[in-house]
């Protein structure tokens, strides 16, 4: 099939374009506004204004030639001030909220225990949280595996008659038992356990998120505290062997739970299930390469446009994906590109992200500092440790060069705007993911060799402005919206799909956890969560 001709104007001048029109029609997601705020205006606002210049070539070699602008502020020069930070697109975006201020945040990164910039609004001390035992959490009966280790999380899968959630436990400051003689000689590496404030950046991040089709469904937290169960055990001892069997080097971060004490404390943050992690799915399909990216894409783009978010750390174990419904059997013959495989993607683990709420009179940005630990950007371990680097290079550099590992040793480096911040808001690090990501399903296709030879060679363009490793007179995308606008404009989400004819906005769902003093026939709702009250 000829590529559609609508990709082939990818650069040339348009006063506005489909994709413009139609992404800034995309349903919104009943996130908390302001009275006075339209929110399908301030996304045509931020959309219309975004156009390619062909006439300048420098805003053709890298991310961040053309500065991001307030629509108050003047012309100036390429170069601008730390406080004024640049788009990463190659896009003129005029942007109308206020240029954030930089914070201090805290982050310790490579095992990624994580310290995050307090938020009163999310603060769970006077939250009125329920305190429950393990044995509420998974009493005889129900079943609970351990199926993950996050930012500074281990992750559990809980199901019973009630349903199935995912709920992240985190230990706070609390005692537990010291390590013994074997554990010590096995290289156990206890994780730090975190204070209240550590954590509510995060929660903040899922609260402004949760309601976005493609990011996970927040039920409630609560408290837990006393001594493991056996089943809690059993799975913790299991996960541990699997991981051992997968990488003989790997050390145990998390604390047994046989050390658990009576007064050991932890906030669990109840989620939706989200499925099969990316790493652990069989890729065998064609129309799975296509929605898979292109889902993550459009989630990603309405997370930039409603909390100017950056995820910072999407590899394949935090993307998860799931089956909702049968795939679609006349996706070959018509030769349509999306939407035809049933599949769902939930993007998981806001450990290292980026957010603020572009609502509030003075907007703060929510975000890690990475620069605590620059382990995370040496490190050679993993294939994602490469985007890490990619990130850090575009702050420092302001192109798409990265610096090898050993040149990220001097934290708070300066760049060429200045003392790097990992505050400032720079949309080019979704696309860097976006760009890990079709490299990933593209290296674990299963199928047939002629069904990714044709989706290869379809994307071909695609990957050409999406590739980090580009030449520097090749065209970038800026941000996900930019992915999003081209595929649309090449034929390959259609309208219909992108005003949300295939999918609807996700469901309420409650917490699955009933403590041996709820009583199993009361009303789940009167167990939501205070957000959701407030809804």
């Known amino acids: 099939m000829p590529r559609p001709a609508a990709a082939r104007k990818y650069g040339k001048p348009s006063k506005r374009t489909k994709a413009e029109r ?3 029609e995309l349903p919104q997601s009943p996130v908390r506004k302001s009275p006075d705020a339209d929110p399908v205006a301030c996304l045509t606002e931020q959309l219309s204004a975004v156009k390619l210049d062909p006439e300048n070539p420098q805003t053709r070699k890298s991310p961040r030639k053309a500065a991001q602008k307030s629509q108050e502020e003047p012309a100036r020069p390429e170069r601008t001030s730390p406080a004024k930070p640049k788009t990463s697109s190659p896009a003129k975006v005029q942007q109308s909220a206020p240029v954030p201020k930089p914070l201090t945040n805290q982050r310790n990164a490579c095992r990624k225990p994580t310290s995050h910039e307090p938020s009163s609004s999310t603060s769970f001390k006077d939250d009125g949280l329920r305190v429950l035992t393990w044995n509420d ?32 436990v985190i ?37 402004w998120l949760a309601d976005i089709p493609g990011f996970v469904i927040y039920k409630e937290r609560y408290l837990v505290q006393g ?29 047994s739970p046989s050390r658990y004490l009576d007064d050991t404390k932890f906030l669990v943050v109840e989620l939706g299930d989200a499925g099969t992690a990316l790493e652990d799915w069989e890729l065998t399909d064609e129309s799975q390469l296509w929605d898979i990216f292109f889902l993550e894409a459009i989630a990603l783009a309405r997370a930039e446009d ?8 999407l590899h394949e174990g935090n993307l998860c994906v799931r089956r909702v419904r049968p795939p679609k059997q006349d ?38 500092d990475l620069e605590k630990d620059l382990s995370l950007f040496t490190s050679t371990h993993a294939s994602q440790c490469k985007v890490y680097r990619q990130m850090r290079s575009f702050l420092l550099r302001a192109d798409r060069k990265c610096i090898p590992p050993e040149g990220h040793k001097t934290p708070y480096a300066v760049g060429v705007d200045g003392p790097l911040s990992w505050d400032t808001y720079e949309p080019y690090s979704n696309v860097l993911w976006l760009a ?12 047939p060799k002629r069904d990714l030879t044709r989706f290869r060679k379809e994307t071909l363009e695609l990957w050409k402005h999406l590739d980090p490793d580009a030449g520097e007179n090749v065209l970038c995308f800026g941000s996900a919206a930019d992915v999003v606008c081209f595929a649309v404009e090449a034929g390959w989400i259609k309208e219909a799909q992108l005003l949300g004819a295939e999918a609807s906005l996700l469901d309420r769902e409650d917490s ?20 959701r009250k407030r809804l």
């Open 22 to 24: 139609l992404f800034a």
């Open 137 to 168: 959490v998974c009493p005889p009966g129900d079943c609970i595996v351990k199926i993950a280790e996050a930012s500074y999380a281990e992750v559990y899968r809980v199901s019973n008659e009630r349903g199935t959630s995912i709920i992240k």
């Open 171 to 207: 230990r706070l400051q609390s005692p537990i038992k010291q390590q013994t003689k074997a554990q010590i000689k096995a290289g156990l590496v206890d994780e730090e356990p975190h204070s209240q404030d550590d954590i509510n950046g995060e929660l903040q991040i899922s609260e």
């Open 227 to 255: 001594k493991a169960t056996k089943e809690l055990l059993e799975t913790h001892q299991v996960f541990q062997r699997r991981m051992k069997r997968q990488d003989p080097g790997r050390a145990q971060f998390y604390p």
């Open 306 to 313: 409603l909390a100017m978010f950056e995820h910072r750390d």
């Open 331 to 368: 996706a070959a013959k018509s030769r349509d590109f999306f939407g035809y495989s049933g599949l769902d993607i939930t993007i998981l683990d806001y450990g290292l992200s980026r957010a603020q709420d572009v609502t509030a009179v003075e907007p703060r940005p929510v975000a890690f």
């Open 436 to 447: 890990y990501l079709y490299e990933y399903i593209v290296e674990n296709f299963e199928g």
């Open 512 to 531: 699955i956890i009933v403590s041996r003093d709820d009583g199993h026939d009361e009303d789940v709702s009167t167990r939501r969560s205070s957000r």
